[in-house]
């Protein structure tokens, strides 16, 4: 009954210690500069040719870097998924460089969902129990006629809500600083989507064509979910810890481990379990090749949902029962 | 005693009562079966040194530690068990009045509102005026004084319009113009409105001039609890202040009666001096007489009350608060 307000404090709290305002400044500055720089850089790269020429060009390129010999296996195994993946956009006649406000918006899903997102979800969620502690006022909290379990859910509530609304924030710049940079149309035009290797191939039986809007709802529900699970497991991590440097420390080591091991220890299988090898849940999804054998859209999901639920049932538990001493 | 009869006799009904409260932190017992009751319309005071157990004690009244063994009943309701309904009843500041310091006082009394029950935003003018916050309470917590931060704490706690009220330390911190209003607040919510109120402190003399009844708790254990003047009434019973001239003179007189000693300036004089004598009550009179035959002019008699230092001197067996 009182629930709603309970979730109206803690959005209250969001806003007046200016959480919404970084997220905002930091999503329209970073969007912005990679909107303009990719833009710089096409021109130069792409030049006025066309793009059939210039992407068997590539494939021309790709298959040099293969005959060499000296690619390390792990960049072979992507080498010929790419030629496979460039190959088919030829066949169906789509061109697999194309750019428009939309297309950028897809693009940031990707791009944005192991680092940038999960680094805004805990911009939200690391100091969200943690702050109480160190201001003291976990003591008024904790003494009003709601009990514990119920303080935490609308905290949990509202740092869900934060990255909900941060994600279609993200989404919403990108089109706009896309739609400045290559136009506001195209939402219709067909994409390749679902590559997947079989075995040292592509898979061509998984490849689908849909239409660009509902990849991109599919991209960004998959980058949203990442940044959800992300969201409860730094909860966690401020339940445990009572420290929002700790708190955040941990989680960001854990980001950026996530993104250096697959380079580092790219054979090491067992990190497919991680949660943060499977934050690239788009990338699983429109089909880059996976770092790690094994990882697909709905592996991660499922991965990722066990750490969520692992981590809460955690937090909870932990919240509820533990004294307060600070 | 007559004083415990009045006291208990006015008191209401038991709101909070703490049953045997043990609280361990490994294998040192911070608090040891503590137990006491808190009525409606009085003042309890828990005294007791820095390091005695008093905010653990509270953690646990008010649900932030869980007790290894005893329990906490508010208005008959166990606290571990119904503690949604039973914290209703509670209003509350531990330690410091810690309340969101980048928030206004209005928002933090909103922020606060919503967590009860339908109405206490209602009451935020009415408080704001009961503890004088009403023109900075659009202000930044974090511009608040010390003082003003206490007393937005306790327009925080009596939003629910709680029966007791639980301070851990009112005083601490406040220069004694602060200590002042507080005492009022305190003697105006448990006497015209008839609220519990339970206030922890360090200071004797506090407790002594704002409590009904007292707990005197340290390391852990409950020494000695009662109506104020019961306590002091133990220690206070024989002792007499008089002024007098020649003090020395007075000194000699009233020596067969007692214990005397020379309280001021003057001692050994033919002046006027404060002498401070520990004389069984039944004996004064005589010992007036005998200081009137001899020629000493008395200016003044007055019955000393101990304070509660002595008191505490005397059940801790000599150790200092």
Same mark, same amino acid.
């Given at each position: 009954?009182?629930?709603?307000?309970?979730?109206?404090?803690?959005?209250?709290?969001?806003?007046?210690?200016?959480?919404?305002?970084?997220?905002?400044?930091?999503?329209?500055?970073?969007?912005?500069?990679?909107?303009?720089?990719?833009?710089?850089?096409?021109?130069?790269?792409?030049?006025?040719?066309?793009?059939?020429?210039?992407?068997?060009?590539?494939?021309?390129?790709?298959?040099?870097?293969?005959?060499?010999?000296?690619?390390?296996?792990?960049?072979?195994?992507?080498?010929?998924?790419?030629?496979?993946?460039?190959?088919?956009?030829?066949?169906?006649?789509?061109?697999?460089?194309?750019?428009?406000? !939309?297309?950028? %918006? /897809?693009?940031? &899903?990707?791009?944005?969902?192991?680092? =940038?997102?999960?680094? #805004? +979800?805990?911009?939200? *969620?690391?100091?969200?129990?943690?702050?109480?502690?160190?201001?003291?006022?976990?003591?008024?909290?904790?003494?009003?006629?709601?009990?514990?379990?119920?303080?935490?859910?609308?905290?949990?509530?509202?740092?869900?809500?934060?990255?909900?609304?941060?994600?279609?924030?993200?989404?919403?710049?990108?089109?706009?600083?896309?739609?400045?940079?290559?136009?506001?149309?195209?939402?219709?035009?067909?994409?390749?989507?679902?590559?997947?290797?079989?075995?040292?191939?592509?898979? !061509?039986?998984? %490849? /689908?064509?849909? &239409?660009?809007?509902?990849?991109?709802? =599919?991209?960004?529900? #998959? +980058?949203?979910?990442? *940044?959800?699970?992300?969201?409860?497991?730094?909860?966690?991590?401020?339940?445990?810890?009572?420290?929002?440097?700790?708190?955040?420390?941990?989680?960001?080591?854990?980001?950026?481990?996530?993104?250096?091991?697959?380079?580092?220890?790219?054979?090491?299988?067992?990190?497919?379990?991680?949660?943060?090898?499977?934050?690239?849940?788009?990338?699983?999804?429109?089909?880059?090749?996976?770092?790690?054998?094994?990882?697909?859209?709905?592996?991660?999901?499922?991965?990722?949902?066990?750490?969520? %639920?692992?981590?809460? &049932?955690?937090?909870?538990?932990?919240?509820?029962?533990?004294?307060?001493?600070? | 005693?007559?004083?415990?009869?009045?006291?208990?006799?006015?008191?209401?009904?038991?709101?909070?009562?703490?049953?045997?409260?043990?609280?361990?932190?490994?294998?040192?017992?911070?608090?040891?079966?503590?137990?006491?009751?808190?009525?409606?319309?009085?003042?309890?005071?828990?005294?007791?040194?820095?390091?005695?157990?008093?905010?653990?004690?509270?953690?646990?009244?008010?649900?932030?530690?869980?007790?290894?063994?005893?329990?906490?009943?508010?208005?008959?309701?166990?606290?571990?068990?119904?503690?949604?309904?039973?914290?209703?009843?509670?209003?509350?500041?531990?330690?410091?009045?810690?309340?969101?310091?980048?928030?206004?006082?209005?928002?933090?009394?909103?922020?606060?509102?919503?967590?009860?029950?339908?109405?206490?935003?209602?009451?935020?003018?009415?408080?704001?005026?009961?503890?004088?916050?009403?023109?900075?309470?659009?202000?930044?917590?974090?511009?608040?004084?010390?003082?003003?931060?206490?007393?937005?704490?306790?327009?925080?706690?009596?939003?629910?319009?709680?029966?007791?009220?639980?301070?851990?330390?009112?005083?601490?911190?406040?220069?004694?113009?602060?200590?002042?209003?507080?005492?009022?607040?305190?003697?105006?919510?448990?006497?015209?409105?008839?609220?519990?109120?339970?206030?922890?402190?360090?200071?004797?003399?506090?407790?002594?001039?704002?409590?009904?009844?007292?707990?005197?708790?340290?390391?852990?254990?409950?020494?000695?609890?009662?109506?104020?003047?019961?306590?002091?009434?133990?220690?206070?019973?024989?002792?007499?202040?008089?002024?007098?001239?020649?003090?020395?003179?007075?000194?000699?007189?009233?020596?067969?009666?007692?214990?005397?000693?020379?309280?001021?300036?003057?001692?050994?004089?033919?002046?006027?001096?404060?002498?401070?004598?520990?004389?069984?009550?039944?004996?004064?009179?005589?010992?007036?007489?005998?200081?009137?035959?001899?020629?000493?002019?008395?200016?003044?008699?007055?019955?000393?009350?101990?304070?509660?230092?002595?008191?505490?001197?005397?059940?801790?067996?000599?150790?200092?608060?």
């Amino acid at each position: 009954m009182r629930f709603p307000g309970l979730v109206e404090n803690e959005m209250l709290k969001f806003a007046r210690q200016r959480r919404f305002r970084v997220v905002v400044l930091i999503l329209i500055g970073l969007i912005g500069l990679i909107a303009f720089a990719q833009s710089r850089g096409r021109e130069r790269f792409l030049g006025d040719k066309d793009w059939h020429v210039a992407t068997q060009e590539r494939m021309a390129r790709i298959q040099n870097g293969l005959r060499d010999g000296r690619m390390p296996p792990t960049m072979q195994r992507w080498a010929r998924f790419e030629l496979d993946r460039l190959q088919y956009h030829l066949e169906r006649d789509v061109n697999p460089d194309a750019i428009s406000g !939309p297309l950028f %918006v /897809r693009g940031f &899903a990707n791009a944005s969902s192991y680092l =940038l997102l999960p680094l #805004l +979800a805990i911009v939200f *969620a690391s100091d969200v129990v943690s702050a109480e502690f160190a201001q003291g006022t976990i003591k008024l909290l904790l003494t009003r006629p709601v009990g514990r379990a119920r303080v935490l859910a609308s905290k949990l509530v509202a740092v869900l809500l934060a990255i909900t609304l941060t994600v279609l924030f993200g989404g919403i710049v990108a089109y706009v600083f896309g739609g400045i940079a290559y136009g506001y149309g195209g939402w219709a035009a067909p994409v390749l989507t679902g590559f997947r290797s079989a075995g040292e191939r592509l898979d !061509p039986a998984a %490849v /689908r064509s849909i &239409a660009l809007w509902k990849d991109t709802v =599919l991209a960004y529900g #998959l +980058a949203w979910f990442a *940044a959800l699970c992300v969201g409860t497991l730094a909860l966690l991590t401020s339940v445990l810890l009572r420290s929002t440097a700790a708190a955040m420390g941990t989680m960001l080591a854990a980001l950026i481990a996530g993104t250096i091991l697959p380079r580092l220890a790219p054979t090491w299988e067992t990190q497919k379990f991680l949660f943060v090898t499977n934050l690239p849940l788009p990338d699983y999804y429109s089909g880059s090749p996976a770092p790690i054998q094994g990882l697909t859209v709905g592996f991660g999901a499922a991965t990722l949902a066990v750490w969520a %639920v692992a981590a809460l &049932a955690t937090a909870f538990l932990v919240f509820v029962k533990r004294d307060v001493l600070a | 005693m007559s004083t415990a009869a009045v006291l208990s006799g006015s008191a209401g009904d038991i709101v909070l009562s703490a049953e045997h409260l043990t609280k361990r932190f490994g294998r040192r017992e911070a608090v040891a079966d503590v137990s006491f009751d808190v009525r409606a319309g009085e003042v309890f005071g828990f005294l007791g040194p820095n390091g005695a157990g008093k905010t653990t004690t509270i953690r646990m009244l008010v649900g932030l530690a869980r007790p290894d063994r005893g329990r906490v009943r508010i208005r008959g309701l166990d606290l571990a068990r119904d503690f949604e309904e039973a914290m209703g009843h509670v209003g509350c500041i531990v330690e410091a009045p810690d309340l969101y310091k980048y928030l206004t006082g209005r928002e933090n009394l909103l922020h606060f509102s919503r967590m009860l029950a339908a109405g206490a935003a209602e009451r935020i003018p009415e408080l704001a005026r009961l503890v004088v916050l009403s023109e900075r309470l659009d202000d930044k917590v974090s511009t608040y004084s010390l003082g003003m931060r206490q007393r937005l704490g306790i327009a925080q706690a009596l939003l629910g319009n709680p029966d007791i009220l639980i301070l851990d330390e009112p005083a601490n911190g406040l220069d004694p113009a602060g200590i002042r209003e507080i005492r009022q607040l305190v003697r105006h919510l448990a006497s015209d409105r008839g609220i519990a109120v339970f206030v922890s402190s360090h200071l004797l003399s506090e407790v002594e001039q704002t409590c009904d009844r007292v707990a005197i708790i340290h390391r852990g254990r409950t020494l000695a609890s009662g109506p104020v003047r019961e306590l002091v009434d133990r220690v206070a019973s024989d002792r007499l202040r008089l002024t007098a001239r020649p003090a020395r003179r007075a000194v000699e007189v009233l020596k067969p009666f007692g214990a005397v000693e020379i309280a001021g300036e003057g001692a050994g004089t033919d002046e006027e001096a404060a002498i401070d004598a520990r004389i069984p009550k039944a004996k004064v009179p005589d010992a007036l007489r005998a200081l009137t035959a001899a020629g000493v002019d008395v200016f003044a008699v007055e019955r000393s009350l101990a304070s509660l230092e002595e008191v505490f001197l005397e059940v801790t067996g000599g150790e200092t608060v």
